[in-house]
């Protein structure tokens, strides 16, 4: 018999094989596009020479920026804090048994989250014009010179800011066992000591994140109270451009200022939530060790067993 004809042998490629190189090449591709596309459109604005560079860089440092500056920094660590306490007490208020102190917090929380920050901020900015003096007699004070623009600016964004540190708080007590808060009360302990002792510093691992959250948004919320004149950051740049009619060049110096705050805010943000977060893997760690150990009997050494 004549010898067989042996054909050689192909290796089948797999279709997902395939599928799956295709997609890698689309993916590669498509990124390629879009960094072309954004390198272009970046650089036609940067390098167009409609920017002055060289205005950019003298009044990044200018000692009126910098006093606006730490006008914001300082309206939003104090805003923040006020907004803090307001949002503590009224959501321990939402956990009143008294329906009065209730929904006092619910009004609160209400009228403060459903009106924009923006009239608020106009609103406490002209509160002279229905209440002109504050106080009683001999001791009252004009509301103007009590109301400055930076505390009309830190009531408006302190006191919107607790109607929505509320509900944050509220969610963060919220995830609490129920059954924890019991056995507290079981012990001995008093509600207060509880909420202090047990429930806060277990909640407080739900409520970092979006605390950090407001915080950086109320870095960036500072910018309106400019309409009030409070001497921020915004509103010292554009004392600048309005003399010197460099408006493009002035927001950007105050966008980089902007953006290197909440870059730094966002840096520490990210490690208080490691630092939660590794520290929560610990305790739960150390309570599965515990429950997993067991008790064995010792046996006295040298003792006779038979």
Known sequence: MPDAITEPRTTAVPPRLVLKQQGGIRRAALSVAIVVVVTVAVGGVLFSG?????????????PPVLSGLWVTIQLTVLAMVLGVALGIASALMLRSRTPA?????????????????????????????????????DGAISTNALITPFIAALLGLGIN?????????????DSVDRGQTEAGLASGMTPAQVMRRIVLPQALMVITPPTGNQAIGMLKTTSLVSVI??????????????TNYQIIDLLIVACIWYLLLTTIATIGQSR???????????????????????????????????
Request: charge should be positive; avoid cysteine.
């Open 229 to 242: 004149a409070a001497q921020d950051l915004l509103t010292s740049v554009q004392r600048i451009y309005a």
């Open 50 to 62: 409609a920017i002055s560079w060289p205005t950019v860089w003298r009044y990044l440092f200018a």
């Open 161 to 173: 800011e607790g109607a929505y540190m509320s509900e944050i708080f509220r969610a963060g007590i």
């Open 272 to 306: 208080l939530e490691r630092s939660f977060t590794s520290g929560q893997r610990a305790a739960v760690g150390t309570r599965r060790w515990r429950r997993s150990r067991v008790e064995l009997p010792t046996i006295p050494f040298g003792k006779d067993l038979s």
């Open 101 to 137: 102190v209730a929904w006092l917090a619910r009004a609160y929380i209400w009228f403060f989250r459903g009106t924009p920050v923006l009239v608020q901020l106009i609103f406490w900015f002209n509160l002279s014009l229905i209440l002109p003096t504050i106080g009683w007699g």
